[in-house]
C-alpha cells in the first residue's frame, strides 16, 4: 500500500472515525495508524486474516463513503488553499494574523 494511501486513510479516520463501532475503530487503528499487519491483529484479536481485513476494508469503504457524501476534507482543503491565497496578497494582514498567533502561544 502506498504511503499516500495510509496518509488518506487516516485523514478519513480523523473526520470520520467516530462513525466507526468500536470494533471498527479498534481494527483500522491497528492496521493503519499503528501499521500491524493482518497476521498480528488476526493473532490479538483471536479473529480470522480473513474476518480482519473484511472488516479494515469496509469500514475504509464506508470513511470513503461519507467524505464522497458530505465533502468535509476537500472543503477544509480549499478553504486552506483560499486563506493562503488572500494571505500572499495581503502580506500585512498575514503579519497581523501572525502576531495574534504569537500572542496566543506564549
Known amino acids: 500500500m502506498e504511503f499516500k494511501q495510509y496518509l488518506q486513510m487516516n485523514r478519513l479516520f480523523d473526520y470520520y472515525g467516530a462513525l466507526l463501532t468500536d470494533k471498527q475503530k ?7 495508524i499503528k501499521d500491524l499487519s493482518l497476521t498480528e491483529i488476526s493473532e490479538n484479536e483471536k479473529i480470522s486474516k ?3 481485513q473484511q472488516n479494515i476494508r469496509r469500514s ?12 468535509l476534507i476537500a ?25 495574534l498567533l504569537d500572542v496566543d502561544t506564549e
Request: charge should be negative.
Open 26 to 32: 479498534k481494527l483500522f487503528e491497528l492496521y493503519y
Open 50 to 52: 480473513q474476518g480482519a
Open 75 to 99: 472543503k477544509t482543503e480549499l478553504r486552506a488553499k483560499m486563506v493562503e491565497q488572500i494571505l500572499q496578497k495581503e502580506p500585512q494582514l498575514r503579519r497581523d494574523l501572525q502576531a
Open 60 to 71: 475504509a469503504e464506508f470513511l470513503s463513503t461519507y467524505e464522497d457524501a458530505l465533502g
